[in-house]
Each structure stands twice: as C-alpha cells, then as structure tokens.
Nanobody, 114 residues
C-alpha cells in the first residue's frame, strides 16, 4: 500500500482561494487517472475533478470555471487549485490515484465561511 499525503486544506472566507496537493509516498505504476473527491457532512462523497493519464480533465458542474486540477507525473502528485470559493464548497477533500491499485488520501478539511 502506498500512502497518499494530502496538504493545503484550511479555512477561508467566501471568494478566497486554497490550493490542495496530494503526493504519493512511493512509486505508483500504470496510473489511469488522478482525482479529487469531497464529502460534506450528511452527504455522499462526490467527484470534484479528474485528470486522466492523457491529461484530459473533467469537473463537477458546481466547480467548473473555479477549480483547476493538475498533476506532476514525475512526483506522483496531483493538485487542486480552488478559486472563488463558496460556503457550499465546505467539505473534507480526498485525493485518489487509480492505477494497478486504488489509492486514497486521508482527507483534508476545507471550510469556507460567508
């Protein structure tokens, strides 16, 4: 098992920005995609953004135009730049790297206050 280490969560006022990163502590082979999910209290975990091995990206409609996913293959690291944050973005954010195996981060709290 390769742990994924997330960082960058925190608290911010509405309209602010935060940047999340997720780094694998070891090598991951045959990566299919990297993604960010989030789970708000009382809600199911949902896909926020995904970047494929070919570089294609997909975003939840609720974050399109505000969030940007990127990656550094050499570092097995995926990033999420979050701009124009809204209170409804408040959640625990999880990274996922899907390859020969499926890896999840431990989660990082993002709190947006109005």
């Amino acid at each position: 098992q390769v742990p994924l280490v997330e960082s960058g969560g925190g608290s911010v006022l509405a309209g602010g920005s935060l940047s999340l990163s997720c780094a694998a502590s070891g090598s991951i082979f045959s990566i299919n995609y990297m993604a960010w999910y989030r789970q708000a209290p009382g809600k199911q975990r949902e896909l926020v953004a995904l970047i494929s091995s070919g570089g294609s990206t997909n975003y939840a409609d609720s974050v399109k135009g505000r969030f940007t996913i990127s990656r550094d293959n050499a570092k097995n690291t995926v990033y999420l730049q979050m701009n124009s944050l809204k209170p409804e973005d408040t959640a625990v954010y999880y990274c996922r790297i899907s390859g020969a195996y499926d890896y999840w981060g431990q989660g990082t709290q993002v709190t947006v206050s109005s």
